[in-house]
């Protein structure tokens, strides 16, 4: 490989650190990562800075400030390719509970003096802001599949991860249904592939991690989490997580919430 | 053909038989509340006393109060996994010099004995059978893990309620061909009568060295299926049902269906007949090298029918008609049959609980398509 390596920069919007340690938690893999590309911009590895444009741009985190919204706009212009990465970045994340909520109470409840804070009223995913060529799902992303894109936009490929349901998975590794057989409530119908169908293999059901498939149709799940015994208000709950605002996810527990409103 | 007496506490000695002559036996085994097929050692990982209830989107395993070992209706996993595998390496492609090498994945031989076949199961083995390597379209792969295979079917007493087996001629007997056939009959003596349909069959009947059935005995077996149709209350009418469906594609009930249907492909993953897959390419990190991948697919995902431009199926609605269209219409004039087998997994595990015999009997009466359009 005599050719100059591609440079790889790692940014950090609002979240948690959780997906750009997942680079680091690829162990067996990070050498050969290293040997493939120059690590030009990754705090959390390196204090080591190499100045831009970088071939390939991994972003964290959502824009939550006016600051970081500017920040990234630079990001964007320094980068060839620029892939989000995890829930905040391609959905809003948790942080994104905000959008449903008032953020200047928020900020009164939890700090001292919030009038010290320069924050806006909404999270909002990368891709609300500048154009991005990739988003990986998923809080925290899967390291496989991390690394996966890494590799296909390095072999200029696109990268093979699928958009279909987490019961596709849970059914090629031949998991038995927690729902159907146990009556566990799950998200694995409505929920982006990405995870190995990890809580179901330990009879756990789905938390949504990954956000929305690409058929997501959360209101067809309803009636199924009822039946189990969870209240609408439970069911409007388990959708209001890391993927809160990803549009699928957000519909159902906007509708269920309006639909609870007459009795408060 | 001749009838013989298996006594229960011999039933390990069947299986011990089938291991000796190399064979994986695959059988129903309890696993995380279901009874799946799996393989397994010995008659202990078999179901013992367990039996399960069905009903749309419900599926409980529960004891049956009584030590009978294939007194359950068929649950998530069908025999298909076994030849028709979720996913495996078809080859890997490697730069040599300037050139590419290319090195197939071999298959595995691996001889399988399939313990507790109920009549639908051996159905929709044939019906794979056709499809994966009956005409000149074979899958190699396929063939080679369905070239050595011992059927051991086992007449089905325990129907569930999502069972339309009846309706689709596929039991609750089983009929052949298959090595060995067995009926299960718990009053009295724990025992089964044993029939033979091969070669391979009467060589094990006289290996265990069994005894001929008495003729009552005989009587108690024919007896078990007919008892099972009869507590069959799920029906499919079949009569000219592909033309049916075939002439309402525009039907209003598959919009209705498609605001229930989660597209999470459940239905199709445990259709035991459901043979669609896709291919996967991943490359060495370095591009030195790279793998093909195959891997289990569904029509219901919208990436299914993705083309130059985008999906063929957008809409749930639109895969929705496709998979039950497919199923119990088309099929007969692609692969001269249907495509669905009774066996009711479709109703039991789908999380929506929608049932394919409903939906194709609103489909296929013309009068309310008429009516409501």
Redesign the interface.
Known sequence: ?KAKKPKLAVFKLASCDGCQLSLLDCED?LL??AG?VEIAYFLEATSRIVKGPYDLTLVEGSITTEHDAERLRLIRKQSKKLITIGACATAGGIQALRNFADVAEYARVVYARPDTLKTLATSTPVAAHVAVDYELRGCPVDKRQL??V???F??G?PP?I????V??DC???????V?????TP?L???THSGCGALCPSY?RGCFGCFGP???A?P???R??LTQLGKTEAEVARLYATFNAAAPAFAAEHQSLAKRKEPTT | MDIWLLPRARLGELIATLRARGYDVVAPTPRDGAIVYDTIESDADLPIGLGDEQSPGRYRMVARGDAAVFGYAVGPTSFKRNFHVPTERLYRVERVGGALRFVPEPVAARKVALLGARGCDLVALRSLDRVLQGDRYRDERYAARRSDVVLIAVHCGTPSASCFCTSMGTGPRASGPWDLALTELTTGQHRFIVETGSAMGLTLVRELGLRAAGTLDKIHAAKVPIAAAESITRRLETDALGARLAQNLDHPRFAKVAERCLACTNCTQVCPTCFCTTVEDHTELDGSAAERHRRWDSCFDLEFSYIHGGPVRPSVRARYRQWLTHKLSSWHEQFGSSGCVGCGRCITWCPAGIDITEEAREVGSPRKAEKTT
Request: with cysteine; glycine share 8%; aromatic share 0%.
């Open positions: 490989m893999e050969a990562v493939a690394l996966e890494l590799n296909a390095l072999n490929r093979r699928g958009s279909h349901s019961c596709l059914k090629r590794k031949g998991t038995v249904c729902m159907v057989a146990h009556g799950c694995g119908p409505v009879t498939s690409a058929s149709h209101a067809a799940l009636p199924a």
